[in-house]
């Protein structure tokens, strides 16, 4: 009980200075939105085509929006010696790593939640229920190892360089049946025949959110 | 004195490994001798995993215990790894070319050992970009880690990507006998040779630390 009560208080902090600055979410709708519509002239404008690619533009979009959003994270952290702070408080590291995961997840669900009907109006597709679960197990998947990477990539030399190097290549198998899903959503297929692209992303939900939550003190030790 | 035992060794079976490759098995009736190249891409696709199952546990030991010979070990093997990983790679797109037309194909096993690739990259790279040492074998170890469980998931969504169609027939049904054994010798001599670049190249490293320490104790 203790643990989600301070694991809620960083939360909780991160949330309010996303409130007060708008700084995360507004910069990264934008660029996501700006991803969509270059999408659009990569791909021209077609009906046919839009249903082929639009599960790939979604998830190209949101993993660089997650990389992005990611990286700013901890590097917020870093700037003011936030990180130092939140070391010497009486809680655990796996109480750091919960915390900033549930933040994260926050953040990237309400750009999605924004970009999601923006994607679907301007690409003329209908959004279902399916869509969105998809879009939350996929992105609780990213915000796993993206805050373990993140919290890695602010200790190194070239810090925000680093995130996509290590974040893209894991999470392809999310990539991957994310599109898959999408696409099976997109055409109205039934849950059923989704069942097996979402039994794989809840795997790697589960899978790296232990592994993470193990690995990450050694992480962000001094 | 052991490591000229496995060397000569990995150069015995090497030489028997080519004989059987070159000149003992018969070529394979539909693919032609094109085939034959199976028998050096099989052994590095399964030296490229072993090679990260070192650096798996070498990672989990090095966090475990902090002693920096797990380090050498895991990045030493890492080093080896990607050397293989980008030999079967090569060979892959080799093997592509004249079977289905193309250099590279997005087939499972091919799409997995990319992704493969490119996981113990970032390895390499999170350690060369890391502002001290010791930072860098724990950042390169939980990245060793987080890498190694994710084959099997990779290797499981790749599969199921490519419409789940049966692998190449070589991987079905059966070998035959003679094939089946220049492949395991195949196997054998690429282990040996693995061990035996592992071995120096774990040396090398100690001997690097030692010349540091010598230098630090005279500066």
Not at chain 1, 125 to 130: A, C, I, K, T
Not at chain 2, 80 to 88: D, E, K, M
Not at chain 2, 107 to 117: C, D, F, G, K, Q
Request: net charge neutral; hydrophobic share 60%; with cysteine.
């Amino acid at each position: 009980m203790r643990f989600w009560r301070k694991v809620i208080a960083i939360a909780w902090k991160d949330t309010l200075s996303e409130v007060r600055t708008k700084e995360t979410v507004s910069s990264v709708l934008v660029f996501t939105l700006l991803v969509i519509v270059i999408f659009n002239f990569a791909f021209g404008t077609s009906q046919e085509t839009m249903v082929l690619v639009a599960p790939g533009i979604l998830w190209v979009t949101f993993a660089f929006a997650g990389v992005l959003s990611l990286n700013r994270s901890f590097i917020l952290e870093k700037e003011e010696g936030c990180l130092e702070g939140l070391m010497v408080c009486p809680i655990s590291r796996e109480t750091i790593y919960v915390g900033k995961l549930l933040g994260s997840l926050l953040f990237m669900l309400v750009i999605e939640a924004i970009a999601l009907p923006i994607f679907a109006f301007l690409f003329n597709l209908v959004l279902s229920l399916q869509l969105v679960v998809i879009t939350v197990l996929a992105t609780v998947g990213f915000v796993t190892v993206g805050t373990l990477f993140s919290a890695l990539a602010v200790n190194t030399r070239a810090r925000e360089m680093v995130l996509p190097i290590l974040f893209l290549p894991i999470v392809v198998p999310v990539i991957i049946c994310a599109v898959k899903a999408s696409g099976l959503a997109l055409s109205g297929e039934p849950w059923g025949s989704l069942s097996s692209w979402l039994q794989i992303i809840v795997a790697f939900d589960a899978i790296f959110l232990v592994v993470s939550f193990l690995v990450f003190a050694f992480v962000i030790e001094e | 004195m052991k490591k000229n035992i496995l060397l000569g060794l990995s150069f015995v079976l090497m030489v028997i490994a080519l004989y059987l490759v070159f000149v003992y098995v018969p070529t394979e009736k539909e693919m032609g001798i094109v085939q034959r190249i199976f028998y050096l891409m099989v052994p590095l696709g399964w030296l490229s995993l072993l090679a990260f199952l070192i650096v798996f546990i070498g990672s989990i030991l090095y966090l475990a215990k902090r002693e920096s010979k797990w380090d050498i070990l895991a990045s030493s093997s890492a080093e080896i790894g990607i050397v293989f990983t980008t030999l079967a790679l090569i060979t892959g797109s080799i093997w592509a070319k004249p079977i289905w037309g193309v250099w590279w194909t997005w087939e499972p096993r091919l799409t997995a050992t990319l992704v493969l690739w490119l996981v113990y990259l970032a390895y390499l790279i999170v350690r060369s970009y890391a502002t001290d040492e010791e930072r860098g074998a724990r950042f390169a170890a939980v990245v060793g880690i987080v890498g190694f469980i994710d084959i099997p998931i990779v290797a499981l969504a790749t599969t199921l990507w490519r419409g789940m169609h049966p692998g190449p027939i070589i991987f079905q049904g059966g070998l035959a006998p003679a094939m089946l054994l220049t492949l395991l010798v195949s196997i054998a001599a690429f282990t040996f040779l693995y061990s035996v670049l592992l071995i120096q190249k774990v040396s090398m490293k100690n001997d690097e630390m030692e010349m540091k320490r010598l230098k630090e104790l005279h500066s």
